[in-house]
């Protein structure tokens, strides 16, 4: 045998084992973690109490983490802020805080707990992973020292990162990732000084990691998928949910859709701050979901999921749109409020019809029929094409069929839970300026409705049978990332209050409605 044909034998025995030993689906879950909240104190705490809190959270992930690993799960993911909660100044968090080394240091803590300090987390987190052969995905706090060479280096001497670590099925580190998108009321931690595009591969697949407000941004979510070409992406995250677009399980479940992705996200379960909705969702529709405003209970989700989620045509969000000629509506226009940013809207008014609603580029045209037309029940066709500069500044091309919250249009866009309205069929398109559109369908109690719509290649989500329960929204959510740093983006005055009125009002009409 030549030199050659060995070397062929060797690449196809090679080949062969590469392919036994990797999986076609694989059995994923989620934890949504009803927290245990440290005391607010004025003063940091000692390392032990900030143990002994994180400890009691430990103990319950724990629970999950045995129970999926019973079930045949291969990989599990927990919250945002699950491990040692939230409401942290910059130096109360720091006793809550480890080193986290590079995963390239080749680590198991579970076996040498010792060898970067003083990690008791890290461990147990190690050790949870090994003892139960399962990837362990959870969110912790990260510290690195820094001196005055680094003209970047806070007051303190430290950077603080809001971290996503892995541990796999033996209990090795194999990701870390820093939050690069912060939240307002994240001022106890540093964003990196650049993004952080952090994959890893495993027999079930290529993952990526983001944390919570990054799936808002281009990086490095969208970077994961359409430069490192992951299969699945694990979201950690704290999700407060706003209505009536921006729902953990209706956002989540859209964007795996819009970007072809499975999609774990981990939300904590906290109904004081409107906390709830988690899920495991493949392209085509969602596998398993949450949502429970009722209770204070945590719940595991799992579900099998296609390791490498099969390729579906790609779509031109605006051909049929563009093609749409748009009857006129006289001066029936009027504008509403969702979320701060102001729709053009159009009252639906019969059972059924064809409707256009422009704004600036973005003409959205939506064909429906009513199961009935209720006295009781107004909807409205909605279109925005503007950047939202309250929380966080990003330009939006909206498309959105909604129920208003009663009969008076000045309410069209207020957050609404309920409606009792029934739809045969509908099909939403839009005159979008991007490829990064987002489609959701929203039902009544805030469920969602898998099997019961699909993307066309030609850019129109529709109905694919009448719907199961009756319509919140039927919206496309789309995303212009190239706009969002545009020379006209930066925050006025009115910008300002309006952040201020969100970070202190918002808490405060929350506590009043619990």
Request: hydrophobic share 40%.
């Amino acid at each position: 045998m030549t030199v050659s044909q060995i070397l062929s034998s060797v690449a196809v025995l090679f080949l062969c084992v590469s392919r036994a030993s990797s999986l076609d689906t694989f059995i994923a879950a989620v934890y949504e973690h009803a927290v245990i909240l440290p005391n607010a104190t004025p003063v940091p705490v000692s390392p032990e109490e900030a143990l002994a809190v994180m400890n009691r959270n430990l103990d319950l992930l724990e629970g999950a983490v045995t129970s999926a690993s019973k079930q045949g799960a291969h990989i599990i993911v927990t919250p945002e802020d699950g491990i040692y909660g939230f409401n942290f100044t910059r130096e109360s968090l720091y006793p809550y805080l480890e080193d986290i080394p590079d995963p390239q240091v080749n680590w198991i803590p579970c076996d040498n707990p010792d060898r970067f300090g003083r990690t008791p987390v890290q461990q147990r987190l190690s050790c949870l992973a090994k003892d139960n052969s399962i990837y362990v995905v959870a969110n912790i706090g990260d510290k690195k020292s820094c001196n005055a060479s680094d003209p970047q280096c806070p007051p303190d001497g430290r950077y603080q990162y809001n971290t996503d670590v892995v541990f796999d099925s033996k209990g090795k580190l194999v990701a870390r990732y820093h939050k690069q998108n912060l939240f307002l009321n994240e001022d106890q931690f540093n964003a990196p000084k650049e993004p952080e595009v952090v994959t890893f591969n495993t027999t079930f697949g290529k993952f990526g990691i983001f944390t919570c407000f990054d799936i808002l941004f281009h990086d490095p979510a969208v970077t994961l998928v359409r430069d490192s070409r992951v299969d699945t992406i694990l979201f950690p995250t704290a999700w407060m949910n706003v209505l009536p677009h921006l729902s953990a399980i209706e956002f989540h479940s859209a964007w795996a859709m819009g970007m072809k992705v499975n999609f774990l996200a981990s939300n904590l379960h906290y109904p004081l701050k409107k906390m709830t909705g988690s899920g495991i969702y493949a392209p085509d529709s969602p596998r398993a979901f949450h949502y429970d405003m009722k209770t204070e209970k945590g719940k595991l989700l799992l579900a099998q999921l296609d390791s490498h989620p099969h390729p579906t045509p790609v779509v031109n969000w605006t051909s049929y749109a563009s093609g749409v000629k748009a009857h006129s509506m006289g001066n029936q226009e009027f504008t509403g409020i969702i979320f701060f940013d102001e729709f053009s809207f159009l009252e639906l008014k019969g059972i059924g019809g064809n409707y256009t609603v422009c704004q600036k580029d973005l003409c959205c045209h939506l064909s429906y029929k009513m199961s009935e037309k209720r006295s009781d029940e107004v909807y409205a066709l909605g279109a925005f094409d503007g950047l939202h500069t309250v929380e966080g500044t990003y330009y939006l091309q909206i498309c959105t069929l909604l129920k208003c919250r009663t009969t008076d249009l000045d309410t069209c866009g207020d957050s609404v839970e309920t409606a009792s309205t029934r739809f045969e069929m509908f099909s939403l398109s839009g005159t979008f300026g991007t490829q990064y559109v987002f489609p959701e369908v929203l039902l009544s109690e805030i469920q969602l409705a898998p099997e019961e719509f699909q993307v066309s290649s030609d850019g129109r989500l529709f109905s694919l049978k009448p719907t199961s329960g009756p319509v919140l929204t039927v919206t496309l959510f789309g995303r212009l990332y190239e706009k969002d740093s545009a020379p006209n983006a930066l925050p006025d005055l009115t910008t300002q209050v309006l952040r201020v009125m969100f970070i202190v009002i918002i808490p405060i009409v929350y506590s009043l409605d619990w």
